[in-house]
């Protein structure tokens, strides 16, 4: 018996030994292969691969590092470490299948998208003409195929049911988070088509949806919170040529965070010559819960809500030339707010400026430098609506006819010179908002200049922003302009004054170094020029009004 067991211990440690053996001597070859094989693999779903070691481990499974499969250089996908544990299985060839652990990855999309993957644990098979990749996660299901078919054409088809995306990706734009994506229900299809074409038709919903409060303020928003969780529903079909130049989305559709928004679009003519149809709906869109998903504290728990169709037709270099029309409805909440009931009397206003310092700013009768509309000269208004509002008193608030024109301007001049903010919301800024530039705080100047406007009217409105808006260094209101700039009251202004005090609005500070020593620069004469032209082409000037006021004097205090 004893002997017996000295063989059996004998021949174990022979076969462990010859195992062991067997294992160092092929251990590169079979690296190599599962190397061979991951490439193979990859190369039927249309990807080249880079990676940097494998490692055959004694448990018969795989260590890869420095992992980067990309498709053109449209959609990388990185990851420092996998395990690759080779799948056994009567249905799948050997070799066609395995489960893949990843340490952590990183997926680059265009136009600077960025997904970062928590470490998570995959299933794949390479066996079908499709790569499939399945996620291991208890209670969800994810399911990737991508599918090479004539050269130049990959598929990618997702699936998700109760995917906890949340807990497995965070998605960034320029390196900041922009969306936590909650749990998601539905189907996508990509679509990489020869010639550079992509191919898009998307479906689902999402829960706990959360988007981030700076949206696109830059990099100086990528610590901002995320606004607040939101139910969501998408659907989307549209076909990119960056080839042709042209973009076709038939079919557009969200609702999120109580706005539905149905559009369609079409971009023909590239860069060089682009042209844009847009035909876009909103049945309603509740601004206050607008406002909590763009994670704002909000003054109520109505602020009214709006309903919107508008389509903008034409070439996107010639905004003179862009078709735009829209209809808004603005349906007030059904209580005044009292932070806008208390301007219709008189108020004090604390105006901060750039350096910190706060200015009280009293407006009503009771302070010597408030003016009433009414002794405002009616041709200094009219300068003024024709350099800031021109539809001033034809719209509810904000003139989203002028929203595609400024953006157009700013793509025909690569710059961001142009906006599209009306009198009201420009009061909206002055009176409740910091001076971020970001989307949240968009969305939150367009509700109160509909929330200014209807409760306010015209009028008020226009009369408490010539008593509050900054024309200089701790510079406010109209009067305070007049007696600063000229030693003259308002009504005793020349048209080229006007035209002088209306350039500044855009850039009260930053404009003062375009009239130094009391001469201003051409800059600023072609600003006044501009303005007394459009005077003059509506009659609001004669012929000899406007010569004089262009040859005339300014008259500027130094």
Known sequence: MRSRALWLLLGALVATGAACAAFVLLRPAVEEEARARVERAARRAGLATTIGSVRLTPWLSFELRDVVLENAGRVRLMTRSAT???????????????????????????????????????????????????RIAPGERLEIDVRRGQPGHVELQAHAANARLSRLVRVLFHGCAIADPGTVDGDARVELEPGEAVRLAVRGRARALAVATWATGGTEGCDASMGAPTDAEFEAEARLDTKAGSLR??????????????ARLAVDGGLADPRVELEARVPRVDFARLLATAGLDLPAEDLGWASLTASVSGPLLDPAALRVDERLDFNPPARPLPSIERLKGPFVHRAESRDGETTLVRVGPDSPDFIPLAE???????????????????????????????????FASGTFARGASTIPQQLAKNLFLSREKTMSRKLEELALALLLDSSLGKDRVLEIYLNVIEWGPHLYGLRPAARHYFGREPAELTPKQMAFLVALVPGPLKYQRSFAGGVPSLFLEGRMATLLAKLHSVGALSDDEYLTALAGPLDLRA
């Open 249 to 262: 989305a038939d079919r557009l559709r969200l609702v999120a965070g109580g706005a539905e928004v149905q």
């Open 376 to 410: 405002v000269p009616p041709l200094f208004v009219r300068t003024l609506l024709i350099g800031e509002d021109a539809n001033f008193y034809g719209h509810p608030g904000i003139d989203l006819k002028e929203v595609p024109v400024a953006l157009a301007s700013d």
């Open 84 to 134: 690759v544990r080779p799948r056994l299985s009567f249905r799948v060839p050997p070799g066609r299948a395995a489960r893949v652990s990843l340490a952590s990855a990183i997926v680059e999309l265009p136009a600077g998208v960025r997904l970062e993957l928590a470490p998570s644990t995959w299933d794949v098979d390479s066996a079908s003409p499709a790569l499939r990749v399945r």
